[in-house]
Each structure stands twice: as structure tokens, then as C-alpha cells.
């Protein structure tokens, strides 16, 4: 795997800091798969959203890389919508994983890097919150599997649990998409 630049680094800092913010306002975001999930998209992206909101799993992702790709260039940057919809509108996991196939953004689990997306099935996507393990000697025997993910899949989100748990609740392995694409 190669380094990462400086650039991708302040990226995927600043999804971090997006992802922290949102975790201490749970109770402002609340879940809904309506078209007010994508609400989001007419404000500036340098600044919060109008708090309460609504958000489902892939208008939570898209919104995390959105504010990261603004901290970052501080212009819209559209190879960095994750649906390839240049940011006109919020897909779901079955555009963000059909977008990261056509434009060979899949890695695998051991390559993924904290802030890149698990898409599960198409119907599901989280974040990776930390980078999976590469010791089978770790704290879980399932290679990778102890890595901590988070999403705004339910009404109690954004919320982390072990990529382990998530494959046991979704019932499949998910693909990872690199959520960094220099442009």
C-alpha cells in the first residue's frame, strides 16, 4: 500500500473531525431515508449542518467526505462524490458501490484506510473509523474484523460497533471504496 499525501491526510483528518462533531450531536440527527436527507447539499459546505437534520447511511457518508473535500480545496472537487452524481444529489450504497466499481476505488479489507467506506449488499454504507488490523494475533481472530465503523443507519446514529458486528448484522461481507480519489 502506498503513503498517503499530505493532501489525503488533511482528508481524512477532517472526515474525523466531521464524524466526531456529528457523534456529539446524535440527538439533533435524526434518521430518514425522505428526500430532507439531502437537505444538506444547498448550505455551505464550510460550515455545520442546520441542526435538527436528517440523514440516512449514504447521506451521512457523502456529507462527511463533502466536508472534508471543502476543508481540504474549499471548492466542490467531483471526483470525490462518492455516487458520482457531482454533488446535485445524495445517492444510496447501491450508486456509492456501483460509482467505486466503474471507477476502480474497491480495495481490500487490509488495504481500506480509516475513512473510507464499507458498502454492504446495497443497502448499507459506514465509514471506517479506524484501520483494520493486520495481526491475527489480535484481539479478534477474524483478520480485519476489529476495525470500528460508523453510520446513520438508524434513528439512535451516527453510531460506531466493530466491522465484525456489522457483518454479522448485514449477513455479508461488505466491499471497501476508497474514499480518496486525487483529483
Partial sequence: MSAITKDEARFREAMMAEHAWAEQHEAAIHYSQSASRDNWLGGKPREHVKLPTDMDCSSYATYLISRAM????????????????????????????????????????????????????GKHVSILVQRPSKDPKGPDKHLGTDALVSSHGNEGGPAGITLKSEVAYEGVMPIFVRAWVKP
Fill in 70 to 121: 471543502w476543508e481540504v480545496y474549499g471548492h466542490e472537487v467531483s471526483a470525490l462524490d462518492p455516487s458520482g452524481y457531482n454533488w446535485n444529489a445524495v445517492g444510496n450504497s447501491t450508486s456509492i458501490a456501483a460509482h467505486a466499481k466503474k471507477l476502480h476505488r474497491v480495495v481490500p479489507l487490509l488495504e481500506a484506510r480509516k475513512g473510507d467506506l464499507a458498502v454492504g449488499s
